[in-house]
């Protein structure tokens, strides 16, 4: 005989697997697996190609910066920094002209990367968002970006 839940759950579901977190990180971690094999295929992890990215957005970032963006800690940004500039891909001044930020640039080696690898993740991207029906997607991401504000309170 199964025993009730001690505490009810937030929402009606037949079981955890039917959560909205699990299903969250179900989703996530499918992205990631999709992404991690294209990006693969061109030399790169879903990190270093997060930071090309942001870099062509925004050239200058800091290392801590762009450690929050790519949702990795200050240490795995600044081993992603380096695997990058050893790679050729990025730039870094060797000394921080004030504090501790070495604001990094993309090397045209990095902008040709950058676009070659583009179109394999948008390309996956896009299997993602096929499955949403267009006039939902306003909402979707709308609804994503209140579930992360109401988790960053």
């Known amino acids: 005989m199964m025993e009730s839940p001690l505490v009810e759950p937030p929402h009606p579901a037949k079981d955890v697997t039917q959560h909205v977190g699990y299903m969250l990180k179900r989703a996530q971690a ?3 697996s999709a992404m991690d094999k294209v990006l693969r295929e061109h030399g790169l992890t879903v990190p270093q190609y997060a930071t090309l990215e ?3 957005l925004h050239p200058g970032m800091s290392n801590a910066d762009l450690a929050r963006a790519t949702f990795v800690t200050r240490q795995s940004g600044n081993v992603v ?3 990058l500039q050893e ?3 990025i730039t ?3 000394t921080a002209d004030h504090g501790r930020a070495r604001p990094a640039h993309l090397t045209k080696e990095g902008r040709t990367r950058l676009a070659a ?3 394999a993740v948008y390309a996956t991207e896009e299997r993602m968002v096929e499955a949403i029906p267009p006039q939902r997607m306003a909402a979707l991401l709308t609804d994503l970006g209140r579930i992360a504000a109401a988790l960053e309170k």
Request: no cysteine; aromatic share 0%.
């Open 30 to 32: 499918a992205l990631r």
């Open 54 to 56: 942001l870099l062509a």
């Open 81 to 83: 920094l380096r695997g």
């Open 87 to 89: 790679a050729g891909l």
């Open 92 to 94: 870094r001044p060797a």
């Open 117 to 119: 690898v583009q179109a």
